[in-house]
Nanobody
């Protein structure tokens, strides 16, 4: 199975940018569609953005369209999330998740993804 490790989180001000990384090990990331989710305190985990195994299909939550960009480098076994124009409401723990390519794409449900990273904290001060 694949192991996922997120990095790149931190404390920034509103309007700033951050780039998160999701590094895979154990299996090649090209076997998986990848999603980014986030969970704020007291709230349910929510879908943010997803990318299919080859990188030619992406799907964004309305709340991040035009501000966030997902990309992947299968040669580096890594998926990236570029976050621009950050807002206070983007504050959350961000998780990357992998879904086997045999499953239906696109997918936005937490239970549709098979493997999860431990998360990275993003805090945006207003």
């Amino acid at each position: 199975q694949v192991q996922l490790v997120e990095s790149g989180g931190g404390l920034v001000q509103a309007g700033d940018s951050l780039r998160l990384s999701c590094a895979a090990s154990g299996r090649t990331i090209s076997r998986y569609h990848i999603g980014w989710f986030r969970q704020a305190p007291g709230k349910e985990r929510e879908f943010v953005v997803g990318i299919n195994w080859s990188g030619d299909s992406t799907f964004y939550a309305d709340s991040v369209k035009g501000r966030f960009t997902i990309s992947r480098d299968n040669a580096k076994n890594t998926v990236y999330l570029q976050m621009n124009s950050l807002k206070a409401e983007d504050t959350a723990v961000y998780y990357c998740a992998a879904m086997r390519v045999s499953r239906s794409w696109p997918a936005t449900g937490v239970y549709e993804f098979d493997y999860w990273g431990q998360g990275t904290q993003v805090t945006v001060s207003s």
